[in-house]
């Protein structure tokens, strides 16, 4: 702790920019996904294209938007693992009001009111009921998913309508060069992050996630903090999810199977602490990005997929035991 | 003492009790020794790496790479003595692939310092991986040992042999935890590593061999899954994880590390069995496998705290 001291009372004249950048988590990760993206553009001819990368975001879009929400309820010290089954449960109302109405507007509607419906039970039940968060996710987890199978009988629901607004959503390219989900997802960042950074709420969720008794001491409401960070993850679940459906063109009763670990695993990589407190939205969406781009440069060496999932396993453990490293030696 | 010490369990044990008379009020074919057996079997291999993965939980670690390891495993198993005709040799390798699981993970978590829910998450991910990298496809049993079908299938004394070694494993883990030094340390430094360190205990050793001994169970668990099936199944244990630890939490073990108790996860096992068995004999429809533990796993947690506070208070 003497360390951090210090610098704090030299902060004015103290150590260097250069050398207080270099302890940002943030700078840490950008050196990384740049040296990713490097390395790629070396090893393949056809990675450093406009097409490739415009790609990448496209795809890196959900789980970025997904892991606003993830990291807002790490944040404030709790877990989320529903939204895998989330973006999966949401296509139904959406595609199905989609199909008797005609109406994107509406399928949109009632996707959302799902979601917040699934985000207040869950923030509910954990933040005012007091159930462990990985318990109460865990179940609705599990009951999202037997509750679309159930429903759809484990078939696909087919887009009957094939609404040119919908499709656009998840298919189109701004100017014809960025995917519209790269779009969306860099919106919800910047207002994420400047809602974290520069609002009341934002303070309101460090305090409550790094110490709940201060926080509460300090005369925050910290039940309440929490369970809005539950429904602003489900929401932003539900908004990949409605993503999700238009590249697919269907309410597929298995999408999203696991894609739960995915975002934890690009959130934590991101420095998102899970015990709350620590971490910021821009540490995310690099770690995202970095994922991302690893799975994306992989493909185009003709790595198969399995090696894909056995080298992000090693990277995810290799980042977070440095990130451990660095804390320690600092 | 007794062996429901906590109250929790008399919870559990209700909700057990509750199951089994709403369920055989309605199926009758529910206390049939057919249909109890059933039950036992398929708590078996639960119950085998629930045991490991309560002592995780107990000392406030976790591992979510057991469903995948489980299935790795079962290949490697059938592969080894497919290609040795050992039945010996498959076995130990099974145990050694799957205790080295455990022991990478710990490895990870102990000496890395990585949190153990990432950590055994980038392990899931490698071994779905792996797995497919090792096959493609089911590893068929050529070498027809019939010792290697019976260890899924067989009976000894009239019980499933899976049910006598879950409760051997069982009757192990629960003298570890309650009747060792080993068991009381794991407590200790679950519920407060920093104290537990402080006064002498090695805490990064203990959760070691709490994730090896995981990673060992895995790897029976796998065995017995591998002969059941009569293939090592890459796709298998899918979820498994999740089960295993909805058990154990259910049985009222807390993932904040320093409580809970093999009686308990039993208990947990138990529960969620019977609910799928129920299912399956008043003939609903199988997915609510699925929404049913759900609601079930929420509820007792719920339970169990309001009776907390009520004691508290």
Redesign the interface.
């Given at each position: 702790m003497p360390q951090s001291v210090s610098s704090l009372a030299a902060a004015p004249a103290g150590p260097s920019l250069l050398r207080r950048l270099a302890r940002r988590n943030e700078i840490a990760l950008l050196l990384s996904l740049l040296a990713v993206i490097a390395f790629f553009a070396l090893a393949s001819d056809t990675f450093l294209t406009t097409r490739n990368l415009t790609n990448v975001l496209g795809q890196a879009a959900l789980p970025l938007v997904a892991g606003i929400g993830v990291a807002i309820v790490f944040i404030s010290g709790e877990v989320d693992v529903s939204i895998g089954s989330l973006v999966a449960a949401i296509a139904i109302p959406l595609i199905t009001i989609m199909n008797a109405t005609e109406s994107f507007a509406l399928g949109v509607a009632g996707a959302l009111a799902l979601g917040l419906a699934v985000g207040v039970v869950n923030g509910y039940?954990a933040a005012y009921?007091?159930?462990?968060s990985?318990?109460?996710t865990?179940?609705?987890?599990?009951?999202l998913?037997?509750?679309v199978?159930?429903y759809t009988g484990?078939r696909a629901i087919p887009d009957d309508v094939m609404l040119e607004s919908f499709f656009q959503l998840g298919n189109g390219r701004l100017f014809g060069v960025v995917p519209h989900p790269a779009v969306i997802a860099v919106i919800l960042l910047i207002a994420f992050a400047y809602f974290l950074r520069h609002r009341p709420f934002g303070r309101q969720l460090y305090a409550v996630g790094g110490n709940p008794e201060v926080a509460r001491l300090a005369g925050y409401n910290v039940r309440r903090v929490k369970f809005v960070a539950f429904v602003i993850s489900a929401l932003l679940a539900t908004i990949a999810g409605i993503l999700l459906a238009s590249r697919l063109g269907s309410a597929v009763h298995v999408a999203g199977l696991g894609f739960e670990?995915q975002v934890?695993?690009a959130v934590?990589l991101g420095g998102v602490s899970?015990s709350g407190g620590v971490g910021s939205l821009a540490g995310m969406a690099l770690g995202v990005l970095i994922l991302q781009f690893v799975s994306n440069g992989l493909g185009m060496l003709n790595i198969?997929?399995?090696?894909?999932?056995?080298i992000?396993?090693?990277i995810?453990?290799a980042a977070?035991?440095f990130d451990?490293?660095k804390r320690?030696r600092a | 003492m007794s062996l429901v010490s906590d109250r929790s369990q008399i919870v559990l044990l209700g909700i057990l009790a509750l199951l089994c008379i709403a369920i055989s009020l309605a199926a009758p074919q529910f206390y049939t020794g057919a249909n109890v057996i059933a039950i036992l079997r398929q708590c078996a291999l639960v119950l085998i790496v629930a045991t490991g993965m309560t002592m995780l939980l107990v000392a406030a670690e976790v591992d979510l790479s057991v469903g995948a390891s489980l299935a790795f495993t079962g290949c490697v198993g059938m592969d080894v003595t497919n290609r040795t005709g050992s039945l010996v040799l498959g076995t130990l390798a099974a145990l050694a692939f799957a205790g080295g699981v455990g022991l990478f993970n710990g490895l990870v978590v102990t000496r890395l310092k990585v949190n153990s829910l990432i950590a055994t998450i980038a392990t899931m991910m490698m071994l779905q991986g792996g797995v497919y990298l090792y096959t493609r496809e089911a590893v068929q049993n050529l070498h027809q040992i019939r010792a290697f079908t019976e260890l899924g299938a067989g009976y000894v004394g009239g019980l499933p042999i899976p049910v006598l070694i879950a409760a051997l494993i069982f009757i192990a883990g629960f003298v570890a935890l309650r009747f060792t030094t080993f068991g009381r340390y794991l407590y200790a430094v679950g519920a407060n590593g920093k104290a537990a360190r402080l006064s002498g205990l090695r805490a990064e050793r203990l959760k070691l061999v709490a994730f090896l001994a995981t990673g060992l169970l895995v790897g029976v668990a796998g065995l017995i899954l591998a002969s059941l099936m009569n293939a090592g199944q890459p796709t298998a244990g899918r979820g498994f994880e999740l089960t295993v630890i909805a058990a154990v939490i259910l049985g009222g073990t807390s993932l904040s590390g320093g409580r809970g108790t093999l009686v308990g996860t039993l208990l947990g096992v138990l529960v969620l069995k019977v609910i799928d068995n129920g299912i399956i004999i008043l003939r609903w429809n199988q997915d609510l496998q699925m929404v049913v533990p759900g609601v079930v796993i929420i509820l007792a947690t719920w339970l169990d705290l309001v009776r907390r506070r009520r004691d508290a208070r």
């Open positions: 039940l009921l007091g159930i462990n990985l318990i109460v865990l179940g609705t987890l599990f009951i998913r037997g509750g199978y159930l484990q670990f934890v695993a934590v899970l198969a997929t399995e090696w894909q999932l056995v992000t396993g090693g995810i453990i977070v035991a451990e490293l320690r | -």
